[in-house]
Antibody, heavy 120, light 110 residues
Framework: EVQLVESGGGLVKPGRSLRLSCTAS????????MSWFRQAPGKGLEWVGF??????????EYAASVKGRFTISRDDSKTIAYLQMNSLKTEDTAVYYC???????????WGQGTLVTVSS | QSVLTQPPSASGTPGQRVTLSCSGS????????VNWYQHLPGTAPKLLIY???QRPSGVPDRFSGSKSGTSASLAISGLQSEDEAGYYC???????????FGGGTKLTVL
């Protein structure tokens, strides 16, 4: 069964950095685009960004709210997707979800999420 | 303020049919397909409907989706208590060059 496990969340001060990992299993990781989403406390789901498969150039797209601060990358040999978050702000506090995508906007499998709290 | 507009709440009784709405614009729903996700707090969101009306394997046919112009709908027939959850619509937006969501509709089964 497809599994996505996020890790790396925690408490971090504003302005600092954090890297999240998403370890995938039970599917051919390199064939799929991968995305990150988040849900802030009491708010709805928000798209963070995604990375295409190598077959489609491995290029990335980001939400305006994180562009220039967050970077998504992938290591197909390790079946891991990463979310590097720099210059964190208090409004980045959220549960972050990793997903497998069958389309740019279609996330067919989701991880359980990892909580990131940005606070001084 | 979400780009797609959903009513914040809806309700129904067991066995009833309910329809959840999602309104957008020409740059998102009007020119791209719509996807629906079900989310219970503390759990991973689940893809319910993709490309307007396609059901992933394992999703009961009680759930159906449709789109017309710049609006979309999710219908749930034979409502069950386990359907009580948050429902989100999403679509690609050509102007924003990203995925946009509705604010979500919390469905209560009375």
């Amino acid at each position: 069964e497809v599994q996505l496990v996020e890790s790396g969340g925690g408490l971090v001060k504003p302005g600092r950095s954090l890297r999240l990992s998403c370890t995938a299993s039970a599917f051919t990781f390199g064939d799929y685009a991968m995305s990150w989403f988040r849900q802030a406390p009491g708010k709805g789901l928000e798209w963070v960004g995604f990375i295409r498969s190598k077959a489609y150039g491995g290029t990335t797209e980001y939400a305006a709210s994180v562009k220039g601060r967050f970077t998504i990358s992938r290591d197909d040999s390790k079946t891991i997707a990463y979310l590097q978050m720099n210059s964190l702000k208090t409004e980045d506090t959220a549960v972050y979800y990793c997903t497998r995508n069958i389309d740019v906007a279609v996330a067919d499998y989701w991880g359980q999420g990892t909580l990131v709290t940005v606070s001084s | 303020q979400s780009v797609l507009t959903q009513p914040p709440s809806a309700s129904g009784t067991p066995g009833q049919r309910v329809t959840l709405s999602c309104s957008g614009s020409s740059s998102n729903i009007g020119s791209n397909t719509v996807n629906w996700y079900q989310h219970l707090p503390g759990t991973a969101p689940k893809l319910l409907i993709y490309r307007n009306n396609q059901r992933p394997s394992g999703v009961p046919d009680r759930f159906s989706g449709s789109k017309s112009g710049t609006s979309a709908s999710l219908a749930i027939s034979g409502l069950q208590s386990e359907d009580e959850a948050g429902y989100y619509c999403a679509a690609w937006d050509d102007s924003l060059n990203g995925v946009v969501f509705g604010g979500g509709t919390k469905l209560t089964v009375l």
